[in-house]
Every structure is written in C-alpha cells, then in structure tokens.
C-alpha cells in the first residue's frame, strides 16, 4: 500500500500547504512545469519525488526529469507527461501511448484544471491534479492524494485554494 501525492504546475513556487497536505504520503508526483531545480529538489529533500519536465521548464529540469515516465507502483503501471489531454481529448502520441502501453494510470499536467476522470475504453484512471503554483490563469490551487492498493485506488481527497 502506497500513499501518493500528485501536483502540477508548481512554475517555481511551492505553498506552505504542500508539505502539510502531502506530510503522510510516501511519494510525491509532479506532472511538469516545475519551475526550476530548486522547487524539485525542495519537494525531493521532503519525499521521494518522481516527476517529468514541462514546456517551461529549462534545460537544467529536462537533464534531470525526462518528458515521460512509466513506472509501476504496487500492481499500478502509470504514465505521466505533462501535455497530454484526457479521455475523449488525447493527442495523438498520448493516445498511441496508452493504447500500446496500456497503463492504469495516466497522469498529466498542463491545463491548470483539475480532472478525475474515469476512461472505460482504455480502462485506466486519468488524474491531472490542476496547478500548484501561484502563476498562472487558474483561480484555485489544486494538488491530490490517495493510496494505491494492490490495483486498486482509494482515499482520494483534493486540496483546493483560492489562489490570493
């Protein structure tokens, strides 16, 4: 059983809240635009941190996060970018991607808009978590967490925030 928590568009800043809402998970996901090494590397000195680059970030964040990730986490294959679409909303790439690969879990970022949305086609769990950070269009902060257990999915609760 793994607790894990998931944000997004931090674009180099990270709120106090982060390491309350996150204190009890094991790992933290980042879906891209970081922001800079040192929002990572502040996240990866509190939980082990798995993340992907996105379309800020610079040079010095894609050398050490790549663009993609599939991993697996208890019986849980994931797939995390950052700029990927959702279901009925895919690019392309994506979409070949999670046909071939067919992961459980697709996670991306970019949007700012939160999304837990089921796909029955592909039959995986899609999770953008919204954006973390303080720029930006979105009006609320977003994050998520829950537990993966086995194959299963559970205790999933949403930070939200009304960005000041």
Known sequence: MKRIGILSDTHGTIIPQV???????????HAGDIGNIETAEQ????????????NIDDHIVRLQYPEDLFFQVED?????????GYPGHYMPEVRT???DKKPELYICGHSHILKVIYD??????HINPGAAGTSGFHKQITMVR???????FRDMEIFEKVRS
Request: net charge negative.
């Open 76 to 84: 849980v294959h994931v797939y995390m970018t950052h700029i990927g």
């Open 97 to 99: 991607i999670l046909q």
């Open 19 to 29: 390491f309350d809402f996150f204190k009890d998970v094991d790992e933290i996901w």
């Open 120 to 125: 029955k086609n592909l039959n995986l769990l």
């Open 146 to 152: 829950f537990t993966i257990d086995g194959k299963e």
């Open 43 to 54: 996240l990866a000195a509190f939980k082990p941190l798995r993340a992907v680059h996105g």
